[in-house]
Structure formats: structure tokens, C-alpha cells
């Protein structure tokens, strides 16, 4: 059984930094690609972020030029180091995996993922 489990979430000042981790069981991430969302109360789940098995990573409007992400075969987890933090990026991060190397045309939509973490809080102090 593939799980997927994130960490990494808190507190942060705006301007500040946060790493968001993704630590995969059950399944290598050689033959997954994963993706970033996040999901404020009350509103639809946004994709953040997608990355490929070679590490290539695609971006979604809210993180293009501040979030990086990144993965490692060694430990089976994927990255989301984000950077310049505002207020409106407050929100509980998911990770989800599919089965394949690519992050395809459909990155963007969550119903394509196989596998979902429980999300990880992230807050941000103005």
C-alpha cells in the first residue's frame, strides 16, 4: 500500500521560509511522479506544483519564481521549498502521487492522483 506522508508544515513570518517534506511508502518514487496542492478552508483544492521522475518540476501561478521542487530517490521523498512567503499562501499542503514518470497535461487536476497525504498546515504571520 502507497503512503504518503508530509511534514515540514508551521509557522512562518511573510518573506520567510519554509521545506515542506513528502516521504513516500510502499511504492518507489522512480516510478512515480508527484504533485504539490494546497486547500484553504471552504475552497477548492489549487495545484502548487508537479515533479517528474527525472526531477523535472512544473509550477503552478502561486509558486512560479518562489517555490522549488525537488526529489530524493535515496530517502523516497519529494521536496516543496518555498520561498517569499505571503499571507496567501496560508493553507494545508498535499502531496499525491500517480504511477508513471511524466507529470502530464493534467497535472493540475487532483482526480488524476492515486495517492494523497493528510496535509500539512502552513500558516503565515503578516
Known amino acids: 500500500e502507497v503512503q504518503l506522508v508530509e511534514s515540514g508544515g508551521g509557522s512562518v513570518q511573510a518573506g520567510g521560509s519554509l521545506r515542506l517534506s513528502c516521504t513516500v511508502s510502499?511504492?518507489?518514487?522512480?516510478?512515480?511522479?508527484l504533485g504539490w496542492f494546497r486547500q484553504v478552508s471552504g475552497k477548492e483544492r489549487e495545484w502548487v506544483a508537479c515533479?517528474?521522475?527525472?526531477?523535472?518540476?512544473y509550477y503552478g501561478v502561486p509558486a512560479q519564481g518562489r517555490f522549488t521542487v525537488s526529489r530524493d530517490s535515496a530517502s523516497n521523498t519529494v521536496y516543496l521549498q518555498m520561498t517569499s512567503v505571503s499571507p496567501e499562501d496560508a493553507a494545508m499542503y498535499y502531496c499525491?502521487?500517480?504511477?508513471?514518470?511524466?507529470?502530464?497535461?493534467?497535472?493540475?487536476?487532483?482526480?488524476?492522483?492515486?495517492?494523497w497525504g493528510q496535509g500539512t498546515q502552513v500558516t503565515v504571520s503578516s
Open positions: 499525491a502521487a500517480r504511477s508513471g514518470s511524466s507529470c502530464t497535461a493534467a497535472r493540475a487536476n487532483p482526480s488524476i492522483y492515486n495517492y
Open positions: 515533479i517528474n521522475v527525472s526531477g523535472a518540476g
Open positions: 510502499g511504492f518507489s518514487i522512480s516510478d512515480l511522479y
